[in-house]
């Protein structure tokens, strides 16, 4: 079955430490978002790639980082930077026009 | 800017009872509205989608939403609930203009009593 593959579904940070989140997706879509999860407040966009090699920021992107180098693959690195990583992270992608987004089960970060 | 609201953090509501989740957008022009579905821990799960034309959209799970342009709003309804609906709701929109990009509303937490 296609679909998107995150992992690990829990990670723990320590201080000073960055760690990254894998996302995978076998559905032949162009677009790949990450979004970060807080309770009520919805879903806020991080990072967003729509072609290989070529990713925007979204609105909460400062203590993140991303790489588009398949388009399979679009892990999330979250750096030291980001002083409030505890949070559940979501992967998604869709096709290039408007449309649907499908999503991962998602990676539950905390700190040590 | 573009903006989703769902007035109604959490709600309750009988077994057996109707529902209706509210969402309103903000922007102007011609937009594409979604509902999806979220489980403690997991991801997001599409139930339905309304692009154009008839303004009543069917879902899965036996729910349905009804775009009204007027108020600006895509409420989500299902005629009797079942414990399993248990769940938070999200309502998204996207916009032509602004590529494949959605604007998620805050989500609502659907209680369900028996």
């Known amino acids: 079955d296609g679909g998107i593959t995150q992992s690990p579904k829990y990670l723990f940070r320590k201080e000073g430490q960055n760690v990254t989140l894998s996302c995978e997706q076998n559905?032949?879509?162009?677009?790949m978002y990450w979004y970060r999860q807080d309770p009520g407040q919805g879903l806020r966009l991080i990072y967003y790639?729509?072609?290989?090699?070529?990713?925007q920021k979204g609105d909460i992107a400062e203590g993140y980082s991303v790489s588009r180098e398949k388009k399979e693959s679009f892990p999330l690195t979250v750096t030291s930077a980001q002083k409030n990583p505890t949070a559940f992270y979501l992967c998604?992608?869709?096709?290039?026009?408007?449309?649907?987004?499908?999503f991962g089960d998602g990676t539950r970060l905390s700190i040590l | 800017a573009q903006s989703v609201t769902q007035p109604d953090i959490h709600i309750t509501v009988s077994e057996g009872a109707s529902l209706e989740l509210r969402c309103n957008y903000s922007?102007?022009?011609?937009?594409?509205l979604f509902w999806y579905v979220q489980s403690p821990g997991q991801g997001l799960q599409l139930l339905l989608k309304?692009?154009?034309?008839?303004?009543l959209v069917q879902g899965i799970k036996g729910f349905e939403a009804e775009f009204k342009r007027s108020q600006s709003s895509f409420n989500l309804r299902k005629p009797s609930v079942h414990w399993s609906d248990a769940a938070e709701y999200f309502c998204?929109?996207?916009?032509?203009?602004?590529?494949?990009?959605?604007?998620f509303g805050a989500g609502t937490i659907l209680r369900v009593k028996s």
């Open positions: 998604a992608s869709s096709p290039m026009v408007v449309g649907p987004q499908h």
């Open positions: 559905l032949n879509h162009d677009a």
């Open positions: 790639s729509q072609i290989v090699n070529d990713f």
């Open positions: 922007y102007g022009a011609t937009p594409y």
């Open positions: 309304y692009f154009s034309g008839d303004t």
């Open positions: 998204a929109v996207g916009y032509m203009e602004y590529g494949n990009k959605l604007v």
